[in-house]
C-alpha cells in the first residue's frame, strides 16, 4: 500500500467516525432533552382509540414510515400518511379516533403544514418531532417532542443526517415505551410476523402438534394391536393410558429391538414392553424447546401434556421441519 492510499484510508476512517461520533453526541442531547412531554405522548398514543397516523415529507417522510411500521408490528395500529399525497385525497384515511405524529425538523415543511387545519378540525391528538418549537408545527401541535440537532453529520451542514438518525431513535424510544405500557409479550410479537423467523422461534408446542385421534393403547392390550394402532397413527409411537393417565410408550425402535430378540408373544400385554416413564413437554412451551428435547434424548416424537399430566397431542420431528422451528 501506498502512502498516499495509506494516508487516504486514515482519512476515510476519520471521518467515518466524526460522522459517528456527531450522531451520537446528538443522541446522548436527546436523551437529555426527554420530559414530561415523551410521557404525555406516549399517554396520548395509549388512549388513542383509532390508529396512529404517522406523517412526513422527504428524508423526513422515511423516517416517519419506519415509525409507523414499527409501531404497527409492536400492538399499535398505525400507518404512514405521505404528506404530498394526503392533500390529494389521503387525507380521508384520518378519522376521528385517530391520532396524529408529524415529523418535520424545520416545523415549516409546507406538505405538512397544509394538512394541519384539518387534522385540528377532526379535533384530533397531535404530536410534533421537530427542532424548532416555535416554527408553525410546533405551534399547531399539542405535544412537541424536541429535536435538538443544530448539526449534522454532513460537513455542509444540509443533509439530514444527525437529525434524523435523532428523529428515528426518539421514534423507537416511543414504540417500546408504548409496547412496554400495552403489556406486549414476545408471543404477541411473533402473532403480527407469522411468516418470519422470529414468529418461527417464539410458535407453541400446541400450534404444530398432532391431536384428536391419537394412537393411544391400555396396558392390557396385546402387543399385536398396539402393533397396528402405531401403524395408523403413522407417528412412529403408541401412548399407554390407564384411567385416561400416560403411564407409558411403545416406539417403532422399541418394537425392533422386541423382534430382534425372538422373545416377542403378540398376545402379551404391552404393559411388559412399554416405556414407563415417556418423554414429555407441556403443550405451552415453545416449539424450539421441544426440539432440544427431542435432539438432547435422540428421539423423533415427544408426547405433549397438560398441566395435568394428561396427554394432549404428540409433536414429530417432521412437524418441525415442516413449520420450520428445526
Known amino acids: 500500500m501506498t502512502d498516499s492510499m495509506d494516508s487516504r484510508h486514515r482519512t476515510c476512517l476519520e471521518r467515518a467516525r466524526r460522522v459517528l461520533d456527531i450522531e451520537q453526541q446528538a443522541l446522548q442531547a436527546q436523551s437529555a432533552m426527554l420530559d414530561q412531554r415523551f410521557v404525555e405522548a406516549v399517554d396520548a398514543i395509549l388512549k388513542t382509540e383509532g390508529r396512529l397516523v404517522v406523517v412526513g415529507m422527504g428524508k423526513s417522510g422515511i423516517i416517519a414510515k419506519k415509525i409507523a411500521a ?4 409492536t400492538g399499535t395500529p398505525a400507518f404512514f400518511v405521505h404528506a404530498a399525497e394526503a392533500q390529494h385525497g389521503d387525507l380521508g384515511m384520518i378519522t376521528t379516533q385517530d391520532a396524529v405524529l408529524a415529523l418535520s425538523h424545520s416545523g415549516e415543511t409546507e406538505e405538512v403544514l397544509g394538512l394541519l387545519p384539518m387534522i385540528k378540525r377532526l379535533g384530533i391528538p397531535l404530536i410534533a418531532i421537530t427542532g424548532k418549537p416555535a416554527s408553525s408545527l410546533g405551534r399547531y401541535a399539542d405535544i412537541i417532542l424536541h429535536v435538538p440537532v443544530d448539526q449534522e453529520a454532513c460537513p455542509m451542514n444540509l443533509a439530514p443526517t444527525a437529525s434524523t438518525t435523532t428523529a428515528l431513535a426518539l421514534g423507537d424510544a416511543l414504540a417500546v415505551v408504548v409496547l412496554e405500557q400495552r403489556g406486549f409479550a ?3 410479537f411473533a402473532r403480527f410476523h407469522p411468516a418470519g423467523s422470529l414468529g418461527r422461534r417464539l410458535m407453541r408446542v400446541e400450534e404444530v402438534m398432532h391431536h384428536g385421534r391419537l394412537p393411544v393403547v391400555t396396558p392390557e392390550t396385546p402387543l399385536r394391536e398396539a402393533i397396528v394402532t402405531m401403524s395408523r397413527g403413522r ?5 399407554v393410558l390407564e384411567s385416561g393417565n400416560l403411564i407409558g ?12 430378540s425372538g422373545q416377542a408373544e403378540m398376545e402379551q400385554p404391552v404393559s411388559i414392553f412399554m416405556h414407563r416413564h415417556p418423554y414429555t413437554v407441556p403443550e405451552g412451551h415453545l416449539a424450539s424447546e421441544a426440539l432440544h428435547l427431542m435432539e438432547e434424548h435422540k428421539i423423533t416424537v415427544i408426547l405433549v401434556v397438560d398441566t395435568e399430566q394428561q396427554l394432549t397431542g404428540m409433536l414429530h420431528m417432521h412437524d418441525l421441519l415442516q413449520a420450520k422451528v428445526a
Open 70 to 73: 414499527t409501531f404497527a408490528s
Open 249 to 260: 410408550c411403545l416406539t417403532d425402535g422399541d418394537l425392533r429391538r422386541i423382534l430382534e
Open 235 to 239: 407417528l412412529g409411537i403408541t401412548a
Open 186 to 188: 414476545p408471543e404477541d
